[in-house]
């Protein structure tokens, strides 16, 4: 770039002269400036680089220009001064120095300077690896240290910044070290070596991903450091197998079941396994291992396929053989896959075999059904038998089905011939293995009469199948003559007249007759009436019923009559009915009125009475002769009467036309031919009432009056009428329902004035005015009338805007004239006239500073009011402008202005575009969907108030999106692949007005990419077809695939088969080649084609991993390799000589030989059989035929050919290369057994047995023979019971033995023992005999019955619900029988028994017992009968004893139980037998009131406060009256009068009963108390019980006191317990101080339940003076005695030391947290304390007696207020659970918690208790400083006082100084129990404690350990807690109880 200077020309030479020239040199132009440079190459453009200066001594105009500009610019600062700066980024790896040439120019001469640029270097090139891809192939197993790859890094950068260092970011089992020496290598620059961390393992993981990071490292100087780049790239390790894996099972585990008979070489399951090394995998063989050890292919049923580990069984399996009954259906087999091997190559059987356990379950077939031995049976059975009789069949009933197991297996129902269960039998057994004899048994007792035979079938159905078959039975019922007559109906109804003579018949509904079922002669019936009667009688032969008396009804008398009709047949049996006779009506009397005059009234014009008036009427007939009638005789318009007698108005009266009162005739008649009438008069009173309203007598105009008229005008007088003629009902009164504070109206003449003043404008110029006219009537009517009042004007209105402030606006562009807006204003004068102008004016500008303007650009109309402009607007000049706007009323009287502020806004007019920030390069992610604000666009408008708006108009993919606030983001998903790596939008951005203005900017956007597209497959076969024969290792097909990613790892791709082929296919997982890994035998398919599905996935290696999945068929066609095959070379089986031609012959448990080739159709195919001749059966016996079925082929049977018989049979199968199998059959002809057992009884002729209840077990019954004529096993006869039956099985009870010398003799015995009474009197069973045959025959069933004999073995008892009863004597009963308790039972059949009263007690729960001779006196028993009479000259108490408990036993222990009961009628209770049962007779003694009620006090003092209002309840006397008798009421009554103290106080109360006594017992004030009433008053209270009116009495004292007088304190306890115990108090006072304290009130503590507030006064005995609560404050205080036995009732103090309790616990909590603070504190110090304690416990062991002494001397009588002994302290005081040390009471005496049991001593002594007494301390004392612990009892500060309690007294005090007392003799200890209570005041607990003897508890020792006691139980009364502690092996232990 050229500059071009002017300079001044300086004189270096002579002026030239005209026509003379002087030349002179030109001089050279300088340069000053620096030769070189050297500057940063990130330097930014603009940097300056250097400056220099150019001078010319000639004064030449200079030109300077530079090379490279380029990259950089000259500029000329000042005159010869220039700098050169960037013009460009430099890059030092690109040019790392620059020869910059300035060239200085005159004109003439030119001078040229170099000026060295050298770039220093900047990291700013990312390190790269040179040796990409990174990739190594690793075998497992390797050692480590093993080299793996070598990393090779540079950098561009130069020095420091080149140098490079390589990191492995997550190595896993690698790492960066010498490849020699294997050692790690901290710092790997430039390259690393990969070397291996530990060994690999193929199987586990084969590939590994490992990130490599390069980073430089930066140099770095003195002032600064560069930051270091970095770079990563991924190193792939694949992991190369080994062998070093054993095979594994895949489908496990392998479980499965087939069926019996299968052909030799069916497949049954079929095992898999593959080489666990997958890579280098090896075939797999499969063999069964033995129990020796050894792999065989075969074992047992089974083989197994070496190749393909098909099992298949090698023998035929019959489930019903010996072999597999003996072993079981379930075989398990243990299997072995082992990789096959080279026959030189050795391996570890570890790594080149596995093995699987197999379990194989067989299962039987079901090829038979239940057989029945007949299809129709006959039985019989009697009608009178019970439920679960046994019905008798004419031959046995049989069923089998011989199949094994479950199929053998069939349940037995009888059902109905409708298919549903049987209601009449029941079939036994009900579930049947093989066979069985079925016996039937009823379900209900079957009536001849009702049913004479029932048919029914039975049901045999499978378990299994659900396949039934049937046998069909009929039971014929035997009749019996067991039916008693019957009638006809239960109950008949009959009537007849009540006129009706002797002899008249009864008329009956129905038939009165019975009929009997039975025949003969007991079907012949009497009838006959029970009862008593004298009316009715019965024809014994016909039934017929008729009167036997004349004129002896009368049906309203009594209507009705119940007969008890008998029917008795010729046997006796009867039947009876209930006959009722309705006696019906004849009509023979008049209706009856209740009253002959009704009276009633009426208000005038109602349609209802004033009261409502009903008729009454009755008629003692019945039906329509009782039916009445009701009607009115005149005044029929007016008057109704309803049927029920309700009079009703039917037409309302007038008072002003009819009479006053009205007489009105009802007449009554009934509905009986003839009818009966009566009459009533009904007098009606008509009442007048105010029914007419009052009338305005006209209506004015609308009225006008002026606006100032003045008060108290009249504006109107209206008047009214009333048509009414009496008072009040026609006085009118005048009023104003709505006077709008204006008007007011006179009630009597109606005259409306003024009462205010009018406004018409401020107000209403019109008033409607409502005014009332009411009559006085009641109730009241009114009438209205409406006044318009008009309000004419006067202009006296000032005028009002309508607004308090207008605001207008206004464009800066409008055009002059232009109207901005109208300034409105009103006034309400109707003659008014406004007038507009502008009194003042202000302008300001946009910021609100005043602008001067010459004037203003606007006017106002002067008769409008509507602002326009007068000039243009310039809003930068004006803003706004603020107006005062006036209005006159030029009409007005007075002059009328008002104001109103006027602000005009100047609106801005758009006219800037918005201007946009440049924005750098941006970058998003691919496939990202939230990238948040990518960037944001600052944008500024010149113009006010604009509102941008934001668009895209230039937006790829709609990906992005821009909100107004310039926020680009990214909104959907950018695909870089699809995209490209730039996207360039567009952003627009307008200002959003009107005219809106607009600016746009280009925005280029970088798209970063990430692996996200997955492999492509490009070649796919679909199908596969291939022969099953082909090699292993065939090709079969190659896939291919592409992937659209451009990084290595994310487009290098892998293949597997995911899933399916059944490890008979492979493929090369980069190859993509698809082979056959094993042999593909489809004949294991069972299938000709078999289809593999597989599927294929093709994966990338980028990450994460992206996979692709596509489904292969590989088709497997069949080929005819194999031939048929039978499961046996030999089957044997038998058939039955009876067997007929044409029967199948069972084979394995078939009728079907089967052979199987497992080639599929059609090379396998259908197997046809064929039979050569046979081996033996040259009598052709038997035939085959296509089919494998092996028939009988003699005709007609096999009779006589019994013997075994070989048959050769051949299979072919139908493929085109025919294959052929054979196999042999023998078949073993067997006899048949078709004899049936007989059974019969040996050397008694009965079935029947009787054996006594009490013969041994193993007694003999019965001895049975059975015989058979068949020979072998088949003669052989088994004796069982009969099972199934309910109630006939004799297996549980009988045993059946065989005898030893004849074979088929059988003896049964009795394996029980019997009991008659708790077992079963009589058994019942069956027994049969079944041979050994096949199949069994079982002979007729044997019925035995074993009768039991009683024997007396059991003792009487009594009934549950008899063993207590009560019943209830009065007690003024004497002689009376109390009630017959004969319930005594006995099991044994003898029930004779002798009763006695054994014993005695009080009432339930009492517990004590009464004397024999009390019981003797009071009550005896008749010892046959039970009954038991109170006696004669006795007389029973309740108040003394309310229930005698009577024990009453029964015996019949001897034989002569009548003569023994006589001789025992005086055994004393002592003597009686023991064992016999018992019953308890509770006798209750009814209360008579004979008793009077008993006040707890014979005097109560009560008091009434002063001040407190009446009424005030003082006492409820219930409370404190008892009554000995039961449920008595007791009524309260004052007794004598009042006595006043003084006499005067009676007339200062000034009433009579100024305190009341209620019947209910409740005395409460009738007045209130003032300061004048002052004394007391007495008088006597009553209480009387009721019935009996016995009276008792108490004194009554009431006090007048002052508040002053209330001494009110809280104790623990609840206010129940309170009210119970209130007289301790009482007691507590008057014991202690002589004082007499009345209760005024108990009141519950809200805040805790357990407390209750005490309110009471005290007065001195023998005075009236009563104390103030300080005063007895102090006396509680200076009392000791009383005090104590305060505390001891559970005092806690008053209101303000449980304030001052409150305080010190909040004190308390502060105090804790010092103690926090010192125990950590006392932490640091824990070293010191440990050697103190350790020192401590030596010096304590030596030294711990006088430890115990000198721990009781530092609390002396300083610091606690007394002393004590150590040795006299119970040491599980202080060892509470949860307690603080010293916290609880008496704590801080020093008691010693490990102290010995054996200190007990002062507490139990050689028998005797040192007693002490404790004493608190004055609360002050208490308070004290001195307190050693403020949780403590207060001890006590005063002098000692001791005292010893008398022998045997529990109430022992401890002397807390621990003197013993003088108490000599100690008095022994008579309980083992000690109470002794401690109380906590100031903590408000108490502690119960109990000494317990260790003796005490335990009931087998009768020794006592004098003076030690083993437990100490404490408890909380307050919080409900007990503590125990026990002395244990292990010290002293205290737990919560």
């Known amino acids: 770039m050229i500059h071009s200077l002017n300079g001044k020309m300086y004189k270096g030479c002579s002026l030239l002269l ?8 030109n001089e050279w132009p300088e340069y000053d400036g620096p030769s070189s440079v050297t500057i940063s190459e990130d330097e930014p453009i603009g940097a300056l680089v250097f400056n220099f200066i150019v001078d010319d001594s000639d004064g030449d105009p200079l030109t300077v220009t530079i090379n490279h500009d380029k990259k950089f610019l000259l500029t000329e600062v000042s005159s010869n001064n220039y700098k050169v700066t960037l013009k460009e980024k430099l890059d030092r790896e690109t040019t790392s120095r620059y020869n910059l040439q300035v060239t200085i120019s005159d004109g003439t001469s030119t001078t040229s300077k170099d000026v060295r640029i050298r770039l220093n270097d900047v990291n700013d090139y990312v390190p790269v690896i040179q040796n990409l891809p990174l990739k190594a192939k690793v075998k497992e197993n390797l050692p480590a240290g093993t080299f793996i790859i070598k990393i090779v890094a540079e950098d561009e950068d130069m020095g420091y910044n080149a140098a490079t260092e390589i990191f492995l970011d997550e190595p896993g089992p690698f790492y960066l070290g010498d490849p020699e020496t294997g050692e790690i290598i901290e710092h790997n620059y430039d390259e690393a070596n990969v070397l291996l961390r530990s060994p690999l393992d193929f199987e586990q993981q084969s590939l590994y991903l490992v990130k490599v990071t390069v980073k430089d490292v930066a140099g770095c100087t003195a002032s600064d450091c560069e930051p270091s780049l970095t770079t990563t790239q991924t190193l792939t390790i694949n992991v190369e197998d080994e062998q070093d894996t054993p095979p594994y099972f895949t489908g496990l585990p392998y479980i499965k079941g087939t069926e019996e008979n299968l052909p030799v070489g069916s497949p049954i399951l079929r095992v898999t396994a593959f080489d666990g090394d997958k890579s280098s995998a090896k075939d797999i063989e499969y063999y069964f291992l033995s129990t020796d050890g050894e792999l065989v292919n075969e074992i047992e049923f089974f083989a197994i396929s070496q190749l393909t580990g098909v099992i298949t069984n090698s023998k035929v399996i019959d489930t019903d053989s010996d072999e597999l009954k003996s072993h079981g259906s379930i075989y398990s087999l243990t299997v072995v896959a082992k990789e096959e091997q080279e026959s030189s190559e050795a391996v570890d059987s570890a790594l080149s075999q596995s093995t699987t356990p197999v379990s194989i379950s067989i299962f039987d077939l079901n090829d038979q059904k239940p057989t029945f031995n007949a299809n129709h049976t006959l039985g019989s059975v009697g009608e009178e038998l019970p439920v679960g009789s046994l019905v008798t069949l004419e031959s046995p009933l049989k069923v089998a089905d011989y199949d094994q197991g479950v199929n053998g297996t069939f349940s037995l129902r009888a059902l109905s011939m409708d298919g549903n269960e049987s209601a009449w039998f029941s079939v036994s057994p009900v579930t049947v293995i093989n066979e069985a004899t079925i016996s039937i048994a009823t379900k209900q007792a079957a009536d001849y009469e009702t049913t004479s035979s029932i048919p029914f079938k039975i049901e045999a159905k499978e378990q299994k199948s659900g396949a039934v078959t049937y046998t069909y039975v009929t039971v014929n019922i035997n009749d019996n003559n067991d039916n008693a007559p019957e009638f006809g109906e239960q109950l008949y109804r009959g009537w007849i007249y009540e006129n009706s003579n002797r002899g008249a018949v009864v008329n009956i509904s129905a038939v009165l007759k019975a009929t009997d079922k039975d025949s003969r002669g007991f079907s012949t019936i009497t ?17 017929v019923v008729s009167t036997k008396c004349e004129n002896c009804l009368d049906r309203e008398t009594k209507s009705t009559f119940h007969l008890n009709i008998l029917a008795a047949d010729g046997g006796g049996l009867t039947d009876s009915a209930q006959l009722i006779i309705s006696v019906m009506d004849v009509n023979d009397n008049r209706p009856k009125l209740s009253s002959a005059v009704f009276d009633g009234s009426v208000d005038e014009g109602s349609l209802v009475f004033t009261s409502p008036i009903t008729v009454q009427a009755s008629d003692e007939d019945e039906g329509r002769n009782g039916e009445i009638s009701l009607s009115m005789l005149n005044y029929t318009d007016n008057l109704a009467i309803l049927s029920n007698g309700t009079v009703y108005i039917t037409s309302p009266f007038d008072a002003e036309v009819s009479p006053k009162t009205l007489h009105v005739g009802i007449l009554a008649s009934d509905n009986g031919v003839p ?10 009173q008509v009442n007048d009432l105010n029914d007419n309203k009052p009338r305005f007598t006209h209506t004015p105009l609308p009225l006008r009056i002026a606006e100032n008229s003045d008060i108290g005008t009249t504006v109107y007088t209206v008047t009214a009428t009333d048509g009414d003629i009496t008072s009040p009902n026609n006085l009118i009164v005048y009023s104003l329902s709505n006077n709008f504070g204006r008007f007011s109206i006179d009630t009597a003449t109606g005259e409306i004035k003024l009462t205010a003043l009018l406004d018409k404008e401020g107000e209403f110029d019109e008033y409607t005015l409502i005014i009332l006219a009411s009559d006085q009537g009641q109730p009241s009517k009114a009438s209205q009338q409406t006044i318009v009042v008009m309000v004419t004007d006067v202009n006296d209105e000032l005028p009002k805007f309508q607004q308090q402030k207008f605001q207008f606006s206004v464009s800066e562009e409008a055009t002059v004239g232009r109207v901005i807006g109208t300034v409105q204003a009103v ?12 009194s003042q004016s202000t302008a300001y500008d946009s910021d609100g500073n005043t602008v001067n303007l010459a004037s203003i ?19 930068e000049t004006a803003a706004k402008f603020l107006l005062k706007v006036s209005a006159k009323d030029i009409n007005g009287l007075t002059q009328q202005l008002v104001t109103v502020d006027v602000e005009i806004t100047i609106l801005d007019v758009n006219d800037n575009p918005p201007i946009i920030e440049p924005v750098g390069m941006l970058e998003v992610t691919e496939n990202s969907t939230d990238a948040g604000v990518i960037t944001r666009l600052v944008v500024s408008d010149h113009d006010q108030g604009s509102q941008l708006e934001f668009s895209l108009t230039v937006n790829p993919h709609n990906a992005f999106a821009i909100n107004n606030l310039g926020e680009l983001r990214l909104i959907d998903i950018v695909d870089r692949e699809v995209v490209g790596n730039w996207l360039n939008l567009t952003v627009l951005v307008r200002d959003g007005k009107n005219n809106a203005l607009s600016s746009s900017i280009d925005i280029a956007v970088h798209v970063k990419d990430i692996n996200d597209k997955a492999p492509r497959f490009t070649r796919f076969v679909q199908v596969v077809s291939v022969q099953e024969d082909v090699p292993v290792d065939s090709v079969l097909t190659t896939v291919a695939a592409t992937d659209a990613d451009s990084d290595f790892l994310n487009k290098q791709i892998e293949f597997r088969i995911k899933s399916g082929g059944d490890g008979k296919i492979s493929i090369d997982s980069s190859k993509g080649t ?9 004949d294991i398919y069972k299938v000709a084609n078999k289809v593999l599905p597989l599927t294929i996935e093709a994966c990338d290696l980028g990450l994460p991993k992206l996979c692709t999945n596509r489904v292969m068929a590989i088709n497997i066609t069949d080929v005819n390799d194999n031939k048929p095959t039978f499961s046996a070379d030999v089957y044997s089986t038998k058939i039955s000589e009876i067997a007929k031609k044409g029967d199948k012959v069972a084979v394995e448990g078939n009728y079907q030989i089967e052979a199987v080739d497992i080639d599929s159709t059609p090379n396998g195919g259908e197997v046809i059989y064929t039979c050569c001749e046979p081996s033996n059966d040259t009598l052709n016996l038997f035939t085959v035929n296509a089919k494998g079925e092996v028939t009988v082929a003699r005709d007609p049977d096999l009779l006589g050919h019994v013997g075994v018989y070989s048959l050769t049979i051949t299979a072919q199968n139908s493929g085109g290369a025919k294959e052929t199998g054979s196999a042999k059959v023998v078949v073993n002809v067997e006899d048949f057994n ?13 079935t029947t047995v009787h054996r006594p209840e009490n013969s041994p077990q193993g007694t003999t019954l019965i001895s049975i023979q059975a015989t058979d004529k068949d020979e072998g096993d088949n003669s052989i006869v088994d004796l069982n019971f009969v099972k199934g039956v309910p109630g006939m099985d004799g297996s549980r009870y009988f045993l059946i033995e065989r005898s030893q010398s004849q074979h088929n003799t059988f003896i049964i015995k009795q394996n029980i023992l019997f009991d008659r009474e708790s077992k079963a009197k009589q058994y019942r069973f069956e027994v049969e005999g079944t041979d050994r045959g096949v199949p069994a025959r079982t002979s007729s069933r044997l019925a035995i019955t074993v009768n039991v004999d009683d024997v007396n073995d059991n003792r009487p008892f009594f009934p549950v619900d008899k063993q207590e009863v009560e019943v ?4 003024e009963q004497v002689g009376i029988a109390v009630g017959t308790f004969n319930y005594a039972q006995d099991l044994d059949e003898r029930q004779l028994f002798c009763y006695s009263i054994i014993g005695a007690r009080g009432a339930k729960g009492s517990g004590h017992a009464i004397s024999e001779s009390l019981i003797r006196d009071l009550f005896s028993i008749n010892k046959m009968t039970a009954e038991i009479k109170v006696a004669s000259d006795k007389k029973l108490d309740r108040e003394s004893q309310a229930a005698y408990v009577l024990v009453v036993q029964a015996d019949d222990s001897d034989e002569n139980i009548y003569s023994d009961c006589k001789a025992q009628q005086n055994i004393p209770w002592t003597d009686r037998r023991a064992g016999d049962d018992e019953m308890e007779i509770t006798i209750l003694v009814g209360d008579v009131d004979d008793n009077a009620p008993v006040f707890s006090h014979s005097r109560f003092n009560l008091a009434v406060i002063r001040g407190v209002a009446s009424p005030v309840s003082l006492i409820n006397l219930q409370e404190y009256v008892t009554d000995a008798d039961e449920g008595q009421d007791i009524e309260f009554s004052r007794g004598r009068q009042f006595l006043y103290t003084p006499a005067k106080l009676s007339k200062i109360l000034g009433v009579s009963e100024p305190i009341k006594i209620y019947a209910n017992g409740n005395i409460q004030t009738e007045i209130t108390f003032d300061e004048e009433m002052q004394g007391t008053l007495e008088f006597t209270a009553n209480a009387t019980s009721s019935p009996s009116g016995l009276t008792s009495q108490t004194n009554i004292k009431v006090y007048i006191i002052d508040p002053e007088n209330v001494y009110t304190f809280t104790v623990a306890k609840t206010l129940s317990e309170t009210q119970t115990s209130v007289s301790e108090i009482e007691k507590i006072f008057s014991s202690h101080a002589s004082l007499n304290v009345g209760i005024i009130n108990l009141e519950a503590n809200t805040e805790k339940n357990y407390h209750t507030r005490v309110q009471l006064f005290v007065v001195p005995n023998n005075t009236d003076n009563l104390l103030t609560s300080a005063d007895i404050e102090l006396f509680v205080q200076e009392n000791a005695d009383l005090s104590d036995s305060l505390y001891k009732y559970g005092y806690i103090g008053t209101d303000d030391v449980i304030n001052a309790s409150s305080t010190d616990e909040e004190e308390t909590k502060s105090s804790n947290r010092v103690i926090i603070i010192a125990i950590v504190v006392a932490v640091v110090l824990l070293v010191v304390m440990l050697t103190v304690l350790i020192l401590c416990y030596v010096m304590r062991s030596r030294y711990q007696r006088k430890l115990k002494a000198a721990h009781a001397m530092a609390f002396d009588t300083h610091t606690l207020g007394f002393e004590i002994d150590q040795a006299d302290i119970p040491p599980s005081i202080n060892n509470i659970p949860g307690s603080i040390k010293n916290s609880t009471p008496v704590a801080n005496q020093g008691w010693d918690k490990d102290a010995s049991m054996n200190n007990f001593d002062w507490a139990k002594t050689n028998g005797a208790f040192d007693r002490h007494k404790f004493y608190r301390q004055s609360r002050e004392s208490h308070r004290s400083s001195n307190s050693h612990d403020d949780n403590a009892i207060d001890p006590l500060n005063g002098a000692e006082t001791r005292s010893c309690s008398s022998a045997g007294s529990n109430d022992w005090r401890l002397d807390l100084r621990g003197n013993n007392l003088d108490c000599s003799p100690p008095p022994p200890i008579t309980e083992d129990v000690i109470q002794l209570t401690f109380n906590d005041h100031h903590n408000k607990l108490n502690y119960d404690s109990k000494f317990v003897d260790s003796q005490s508890d335990n009931s087998n020792s009768t020794n006592k350990e004098d003076g030690h006691f083993n437990r100490l139980i404490m408890s909380d009364s307050v919080y409900g807690k007990i503590y125990e502690t026990r002395r244990t092996a292990n010290g002293l232990e205290t737990t919560e109880v």
């Open 827 to 838: 006034d309400r004068d109707l003659n008014s006239q406004l007038e507009f102008s502008i």
């Open 1234 to 1246: 078709d004899n049936t057992p007989v059974l019969r009884v040996l050397n008694n002729r009965s």
């Open 857 to 875: 650009p606007v006017t106002i109309s002067r008769d409008q009011g509507t602002i326009t402009t007068t000039s243009s607007l310039d809003r």
């Open 18 to 25: 005209l026509f003379i020239s002087i030349g002179c040199a």
């Open 1368 to 1371: 209830t004597v009065r007690e």
């Open 527 to 543: 009838y006959s009436i029970s009862g008593g009667n004298d009316i009715f009688e019965i024809n014994s032969t016909s039934g």
């Open 1074 to 1082: 698809v082979s056959v890994a094993e042999s593909l035998d489809v």
């Open 675 to 684: 009818a009966q009438t009566s009459t009533a008069t009904l007098r009606l």
